[in-house]
């Protein structure tokens, strides 16, 4: 699945980095288990994408064209793909910090 966007914004991060603690997008790529995409009888040009992480966790990520003769399926999960991503990131963000607090070796 093309992360073009979201490789960009993790290659931005990594050159501003300065400690050894940052959440990367291969780390969240490699806590995803699975990937499936929906797509609404009553919205057939909206792309739902469910992204099971390896805990179970499930995040869904969205994607739909204004003029539904816009639609293209191939980016349509793409930019489903990407949404559901980018709202692990602060998941990702959160437990990094919680492990910090508590000392735990990152």
Same mark, same amino acid.
């Not at 979201?6 to 288990?33: C, G, M, N, W």
């Given at each position: 699945?093309?992360?073009?966007?979201?490789?960009?914004?993790?290659?931005?991060?990594?050159?501003?980095?300065?400690?050894?603690?940052?959440?990367? +997008?291969?780390?969240?790529?490699?806590?995803?288990?699975? *990937?499936?995409? *929906?797509? /609404?009888?009553?919205? /057939?040009?909206?792309? $739902?994408?469910? *992204?099971?992480?390896?805990?179970?966790?499930?995040? $869904?990520?969205?994607? %739909?064209?204004?003029?539904?003769?816009?639609?293209?399926?191939? +980016?349509?999960?793409?930019?489903?793909?990407?949404? %559901?991503?980018?709202?692990?990131? /602060?998941?990702?963000?959160?437990? +990094?910090?919680?492990? +910090?607090? %508590?000392?735990?070796?990152?």
């Amino acid at each position: 699945m093309g992360m073009e966007s979201l490789q960009v914004t993790d290659a931005q991060s990594a050159r501003v980095q300065k400690t050894p603690h940052r959440v990367s +997008l291969e780390d969240i790529s490699a806590k995803i288990q699975e *990937v499936d995409y *929906v797509r /609404p009888s009553l919205e /057939p040009t909206m792309t $739902i994408c469910l *992204v099971k992480m390896q805990n179970g966790f499930i995040v $869904i990520g969205k994607s %739909a064209p204004a003029d539904p003769n816009n639609f293209d399926r191939e +980016l349509g999960e793409k930019f489903a793909f990407e949404d %559901a991503v980018r709202q692990i990131w /602060p998941l990702e963000g959160y437990a +990094l910090r919680e492990r +910090l607090l %508590a000392g735990e070796g990152v």
